[in-house]
Every structure is written in C-alpha cells, then in structure tokens.
C-alpha cells in the first residue's frame, strides 16, 4: 500500500492491517482527518462520531495484536448511506419529516459488516426520501461532485458515491430504486452493484422494502475496484427472513473457463433516448476490450427495453407516489424542491385502480420473460450508465444530437434492469470532454451477480489501474 490507506482499495487496506504494515488506528484516523478536511467542501458525510470510530479502530487492532482470527474487512473504514439503519446514528433519508430519527440497531447488512471486522466511519447525504438523482434536501443541503463542485454526485446514493471517490471511506453501501447505486458511481467515477432483488437484505432500509418497492429496490456495495465490490457483496449476501425477497442463493465461485465462455451482447443507444459521444465510445470501448480478452461480443439490443421503461415508471412513479402521498399530505412546506418536482409528476399520472396495477404486475412479468429468453443468446449485456455524464446543479435537460432529453428519460437505461430485477455493475470507462467520468453497465441475469462481477473484473483489469479525482485542496 506504497500511498497509504487513502485512495487505496479495502482489500489492500485489510491485507496492509493483517501483515501490521499499518494499524487499524491509523488507517481510521487517516480517514476522519480527510473527512474534516474535505467533507465542508462535498458534504458527502452527514453523522460522523469520530470517538466512536476510534473506538472501533482501537478494538480491531487489539485483536491483530493478540493474534486472533479476523475478517475479510477487519479495519476497513466503510460509509453507509443514511437510509440504513446504523446503530446509533441518524437514518433521516434526507427529509424534515423524519429529522433526529437515530437507529436503535444496525440493519443485517451493516451487521455481517462489523463481523467482518470492518469500521463504520459514519452515514452518508441522501436527496429527500431518496427520491432523486442528484443529493439535495433541506435537512444537510446538496452534495457536490468530487470531479468539480459545481456539478452534482448524483442520487440517491450520492453522498456515498462522493466519499468514496474522494477516499473519505474506503467503500460502502447504498441503494438502488432507479439508478441510485450506478448513477451516482457513473458520477463519480467508482464501481457500484445492484444486485438482484433479495441477494443482499434489503432489512433495515427507509423507505421499506415492500410491495412495488420490493421488486424494484434494493441495496448493495459501492467502492473503487470491483475486487472490493466483490469483497463487500461476499460478506453481505445471504439470507434474511424479513426480506420479501429473500431466496437461499450462495455467493459462488466461478470457473475461469466458464466465464471466458460466455457470449457477450452491446448496445450503445436504446432507439430512444440518444448518449453523448463520449458515452457511446465507453461503452464500444469496453465492447473492444472484451473482445481482445477472447470474448465473442456482438451487437445486441434485446426488444421490450421501451416497456420495460412504461412499466418501471407504472411501479416507482406511480404506485410510489400512491405509498408517500398519505405520509406527504399536509406537509408540503416542508418538503424538498426536487421531492416535490417527483410528487408533481406522479401527480400527472392517473393513479392505480385494482385492475391497472394487477395489469402492470403482469405486465411486467411478461415483458420480463420476453428479455429474458432473448438473453438465452447473451448471458450478459453491456449498455450505457446513463445518456450524460454528471450534469450542474439544478439542471433538468439537455441537448444532445440535436434532441432534447428530458430528466427523468435520462436515467432510463438504468430503470429497464429495476423493473426486469436484473443484477448490474457499473465501472468506469472513459472521460468527457471536460474531464468527468463515465461509467458502463455490465447486465447479468436474476441472481448472477458473479458472473457479472468476474466480467467486470476482467473488464477492469484491463481498463488499468482506478483514477483519483484531481485534489480538492
């Protein structure tokens, strides 16, 4: 670990503490010096107790001292965005409404952390009831984008995707509805995993998972490498019984031969909703290198993605707007501008009658199956992130070959792969023009997050090594 705990990756960092090469006390206090250093400017962090960490730290070193059996994690520094249950620390999502709320205990995922040996540094920024894909509300402000400050991390996990960018924390956990994983990564130039619905406990979040939500929200890691979203996944996967989702799936080991052997398909665009130049070179780039690495990778656009897009929103917009509005109403003074920019347009939608969500239940069911036959050729899809890279605070459109799209069309390469349960890994792969990241998805079928974790490692290996914001300070 030649430049010390920040910016390194949590595997080196756990191997560095395992050899003594460095202490867990350290590698914490590296991490809250850098959080006071640089949080004023991202305002990533949102509930840091420095003493706590210290003590965490202090209690993972004695246990290298002594010799003991340790984690995978042991003193990984880790941030969880404030939308989990953190014992101890606030799990306000964002909002007014539930201001000073502090959880009583830690959901399982942060859990199965801790018994990994892993330090929680703190909880991270998050728009209003997560509804959003930019960080803002009126509880903690907005976060900005370590890559320049004048442009937005990304949401809802953006206060996570910030500080592991910018080595506030060494990885961590967000959550994922629409894109609230993978934008905020594609942001901020990290790697970021939605699993399928149920392969890592969804316990503990705020909003609950349930009903609509629970078919289309999940949580999973978010970090620098995609080693350590494997690292995260392995110890958080599993199990849990107050999951509505939950199945018994075991976290895998793959055969190098039977990862090699998979056929690939890309696309660059969806007929839709165009990408920026920039977008579609990552995305043809990582289709390249894939095929330099042996792989057959062939153009493939599966049909249904348009109703797919229909039907996500007939689930997030609609029937989410029906689950907030009775908790909303009255309250309206004190919501968020963008909170309320959501309300509106779910507003404008017809809400559900017995028959029209029963209808779009089976409507997703069918066009669910109708992909996922078509995926009988390719296992696994490449795709982009989103059509822009991290855009300034505040805008909603923009231009790009010569069509205008619009904000919530902008994410819809992300809220195919929700609605349809889909694993998907997001990895940086190129630049804009004025220097930002861009990251490409890597899509994978109901509960094969390592087949599509060992193509982006693959992926990734070849890409070089991960690329550090430019200094802050």
Request: proline residues 7%; contains cysteine; glycine residues 10%.
């Amino acid at each position: 670990m030649t430049s010390g705990p920040l910016l390194s990756s949590a595997r080196k960092i756990a191997a560095a503490i395992r050899r003594k090469e460095v202490s867990p006390v350290e590698v914490a206090q590296a991490h809250l010096d850098r959080i006071e250093q640089l949080n004023p400017k991202l305002n990533a962090f949102v509930d840091v107790q420095p003493e706590a960490v210290l003590a965490q730290a202090r209690a993972a070193e004695t246990a290298i001292v002594r010799g003991e059996d340790v984690g995978p994690l042991h003193g990984v520094p880790l941030s969880i965005k404030s939308a989990i249950d953190v014992a101890g620390h606030r799990c306000e999502a964002g909002s007014r409404l539930r201001a000073g709320y502090v959880a009583a205990e830690d959901a399982p995922l942060v859990a199965r952390l801790r018994a990994a040996g892993a330090v929680i540094l703190g909880v991270t920024n998050t728009p209003e009831l997560l509804m959003a894909w930019e960080t803002d509300n009126l509880l903690y402000g907005r976060t900005n984008n370590p890559w320049d400050l004048t442009r937005t991390a990304g949401g809802s996990s953006g206060g996570e995707a910030a500080a592991i960018a910018a080595g506030l924390s060494a990885g961590g956990v967000g959550s994922d509805g629409g894109g609230s994983i993978r934008v905020p990564a594609h942001f901020c130039g990290i790697c970021g995993l939605k699993p399928t619905p149920g392969r890592v406990p969804s316990t503990g979040h705020y909003p609950k998972a349930g009903g609509p939500f629970a078919l289309i929200g999940v949580v999973g890691p978010m970090a620098r490498t995609v080693e350590d979203l494997r690292a995260l996944f392995a110890v958080t996967a599993g199990w849990d019984d107050a999951d509505p989702c939950a199945a018994p799936v075991e976290v895998r080991e793959l055969h190098e031969k039977t990862v090699d052997a998979v056929p690939i398909g890309f696309f660059a665009d969806d007929g839709r909703t165009p990408v920026t130049e920039e977008t579609r070179s990552a995305v043809e780039h990582a289709a390249v290198t894939l095929m330099d690495c042996g792989f057959r990778v062939e153009p493939f656009r599966p049909e249904g993605l348009e109703e797919a897009r229909q039907r996500w929103w007939e689930f997030f917009g609609v029937a989410g707007g029906m689950i907030l509005e009775p908790m909303l109403r009255g309250r309206e003074s004190e919501l968020s501008p963008p909170l309320r920019e959501f309300m509106r347009w779910t507003q404008d939608a017809r809400a559900h009658t017995g028959e029209s969500l029963l209808a779009a239940w089976m409507g997703r069911d069918a066009v669910r199956e109708k992909i996922l036959v078509q995926m009988r050729r390719y296992p696994v899809l490449i795709c982009p992130t989103a059509a822009v890279p991290a855009f300034r605070h505040g805008e909603r459109q923009w231009q790009i070959e010569g069509k205008t799209v619009k904000y919530l069309d902008t994410w819809s390469y992300c809220e195919w792969w929700n609605l349809l349960g889909f694993p998907a890994v997001v990895i940086p792969m190129g630049y804009s023009k004025e220097g930002l990241p861009i990251g490409v998805q890597i899509v994978g079928r109901p509960w094969e997050e390592e087949l599509v974790l060992a193509v982006a490692a693959l992926l990734e290996k070849e890409r070089g090594a991960w690329q550090a914001p430019p200094p802050l300070d």
